[in-house]
């Protein structure tokens, strides 16, 4: 008998001592992340072959204190290792953990090498050699803080490797952890499985195997063990010979059903190979399918649910999957009454959205990332609930009433004026802290910064809410929904780019088409709270040579331009946007060497300014400090300095739109007055419906000389 330890994960220490005692195992004793016991040969055989949860099984040669390299070579020679393997073998040393003194896998891996290296030479014995990639053994160590375990791998290579997949669907579950996950959901070999979000199919094919007593390491070619000087080759040709016949009768007798549905026919083409080659394949039938659409198979009727539904790294990202969470819950609750639902997933939001109680739930790590598995009784008074939930108010209810009534005025409105952008909703009711904009069939949701003292937990949740409640008012498709997160701005963030997608659709704004982009920025191209600004420039802008300072995209100039205006310059300091300053001209077929494009720093090109022209158009940031500008910019403190140059380039009968963003801005009238303008404060006539909540969003001067 040797001494021995199962690796496992984190949690399902208990689980593997069940199933090593069900394999003949009498003493197993769960420890961190694994199961130490005692074994014979046959049996260390039957439990390589035939776990399907432990990820490899170390034979413990000894367990010493570790407190420096010396403690680690000496502990690693006093072992004699040419009673474990003939020096015609090749090694490797796995080394796993650190301490104060030891703070180098790789080190501590060298000095082991050395050890088992010595021990051979000192008995005039061969040299054994190391090969990282073709080892016919591992010797496994294992430090934490000043313990060390020593032992040789008897499996040589992650039991989770059972043959049958060659290649895998994105964001595959080991299948050590799909076995767990069966294990824990409730099902047993009676019971029908589906999973309808199968993948490359794991999850049912290692049910599957359970069901027909398929050893999971049965397909594996080379094992550890088989290079150990006491390795019996007769007494695991029997076990293994045993496991055989047990599988073949076992497929032929298994009447248990399983269904595995995807919307990806490629995955689900890998799905079927990696069923085949697990041995399967007669027994779970795969479809293509919408587990947004699920319905109950023939004669499933108190069958298990089992799933690993995607779920992205950071919630919110794919706004899609909260529709897909919700329509999931809802078809689960209507169509499944009865029967049992697993799921495993990353998202606790996520899961909320399933809209059930869960019976039990378990953590569990998918590698490095916390998970949860949750398990659901779906009973009949589930379902009445359910089909009670038909109002739309029943997800956020003020929320929701909120964003009907603004859908209905401004919807309205917006149809009126010629408008495929604005405003439905803006940061109403302060514990919905978002605003959402509408671009035709799109809807683009910013997350404001929630305030410190609000729970991420909780914040999150809500940002959940907001945009299921969203989705189901306006009747959007989930995959039409963008989600960004929206805090104070200063200089030139605003044009920082986050995204690669570089998707961008036309829309109509009082007749003028404009290009936005969605996805790749934080702002979309346009800015909607200034409409009512743009449209007075085109109303203004017939027979004049205008001029467009921090143009941005160019907006400002396609509607001057699409009004008459004789001549146009466009200055910005960012070449990117300054081309699609270009495209939304050509897009109104506004081109010709009348309309002029300027990269630069506007501040700098004012200073050095010499044309003249009859109306311009600028909006400043409220605070720049960009690396490429020579001094830092406030509009409050600059804004004169700034009236001061353009006065020069403005025709005696000219006018300048002035806006910024800052909130309580004052414009100095004495000083304009000193330099010979006048200013009048246009702000709320430019204030659109959809912005009339926030009546600070910008504000608007038209600034002309003053008449003598």
């Not at 803080?145 to 059972?162: Q, S, Y």
């Not at 200073?607 to 022209?613: I, T």
Request: with cysteine; proline share 3%; charged share 25%.
């Amino acid at each position: 008998m040797n001494q021995y330890l199962a690796v496992t994960s984190n949690g399902l220490e208990n689980l593997l001592v069940e199933e090593l005692t069900k394999l003949g195992i009498s003493d197993a004793k769960p420890v961190q992340a694994g199961v130490k016991f005692k074994a014979s040969n046959e049996q260390i055989y039957r439990c390589c072959l035939w776990s399907r949860l432990a990820s490899r099984f170390v034979r413990v040669i000894t367990e010493f204190n570790c407190q420096n390299d010396m403690d680690l070579y000496l502990s690693a020679t006093s072992v004699n290792w040419v009673n474990h393997f003939h020096s015609s073998k090749k090694f490797v040393v796995d080394f796993n953990g650190t301490n104060r003194e030891i703070r180098n896998s790789q080190y501590g891996a060298m000095k082991v090498k050395d050890a088992v290296v010595d021990c051979f030479e000192k008995k005039n014995l061969p040299r054994p050699s190391i090969s990282k990639d073709h080892a016919d053994l591992r010797i496994h160590v294992r430090l934490h803080n000043d313990k060390a375990l020593l032992g040789i791998d008897m499996v040589g290579g992650g039991l989770h490797v059972r043959g049958y997949r060659t290649e895998a669907g994105r964001a595959p579950l080991r299948e050590t952890l799909a076995a767990a996950i069966i294990l824990r959901s409730g099902w047993d070999a009676s019971k029908q499985l589906l999973d309808p979000m199968c993948g490359s199919g794991t999850l049912l094919i290692e049910a599957a195997m359970m069901a027909a007593n398929i050893a999971p390491g049965l397909k594996r070619e080379k094992w550890g063990f088989e290079s150990l000087q006491d390795f019996d080759p007769e007494l695991w040709a029997q076990v293994k010979s045993e496991a055989s016949v047990q599988a073949r009768r076992g497929v032929n007798k298994t009447d248990t059903k399983f269904f595995g549905l995807d919307s990806d026919s490629r995955v689900l083409k890998t799905a079927k190979d990696n069923a085949r080659r697990a041995g399967v394949e007669s027994l779970i039938q795969f479809e293509l399918g919408d587990a947004a659409l699920l319905k109950k198979p023939q004669g499933f009727e108190s069958g298990v649910i089992v799933c690993n539904p995607p779920y992205g790294e950071r919630l919110g990202t794919h706004p899609g999957l909260i529709a897909l969470y919700t329509a999931f819950g809802a078809q689960l609750k209507s169509e499944f009454g009865g029967c049992q639902a697993s799921i495993f997933s990353s998202s606790d939001e996520l899961l909320s959205c399933l809209r059930m109680r869960a019976e039990k739930q378990y953590k569990l790590n998918n590698g490095a990332l916390p998970c949860h598995q949750k398990n659901y009784s779906i009973s009949a008074r589930e379902r009445s609930e359910d089909e009670q939930e038909t109002q739309q108010t029943q997800i956020a209810p003020d929320f929701s009433n909120r964003l009907k009534k603004n859908i209905a005025k401004i919807g309205k409105w917006a149809k009126r004026e010629g408008l495929d952008c604005y405003r439905i909703y803006d940061a109403d009711l302060p514990e919905y802290n978002v605003a959402i904009d509408v671009y035709l069939d799109q809807l683009v949701i910013q997350e404001y910064a929630a305030p410190k003292d609000i729970p991420e937990e909780k914040a999150k949740r809500r940002l959940t809410d907001i945009i299921r409640a969203a989705i189901q008012v306006r009747g959007t498709n989930a995959n039409n929904v963008v989600l960004k997160v929206r805090e104070k701005q200063k200089g030139s963030s605003q044009y920082q780019k986050f995204g690669q997608q570089s998707q961008t659709m036309e829309v109509n704004e009082y007749g003028v088409k404009l290009l936005v982009n969605l996805h790749d920025y934080l702002d979309t191209g346009l800015f909607l709270d200034h409409k009512i600004t743009r449209r007075k420039l085109g109303e203004m802008a017939k027979g004049k040579d205008f001029l467009n300072l921090f143009a941005y995209t160019g907006s400002g100039t396609v509607h001057a331009a699409c009004g008459g205006a004789k001549s146009t310059t466009t200055v910005d300091m960012s070449n990117t946007y300054l081309e699609w300053a270009k495209d939304n001209m050509k897009l109104n077929g506004q081109v010709g060497r009348q309309h002029q494009f300027v990269q630069a720093d506007c501040l700098q090109w004012l200073e050095q300014a010499s044309g003249n022209y009859d109306l311009i158009f600028i909006d400043p940031p409220t605070f720049s400090n960009s690396k490429r500008m020579e001094q830092s910019f406030d509009v409050q403190r600059d804004h004169i300095q700034l009236m001061k140059n353009l006065k020069r380039i403005l025709r005696q009968d000219g006018t300048i739109v002035f806006s910024n963003n800052k909130r309580h801005f004052k414009m100095d009238m004495a000083e304009l007055e000193s330099l010979g303008l006048e200013a009048k404060n246009i702000s709320a006539q430019t204030l659109p419906l959809d912005f009339e909540r926030n009546k600070h969003i910008h504000n608007c001067w038209v600034v002309t000389h003053k008449l003598v």
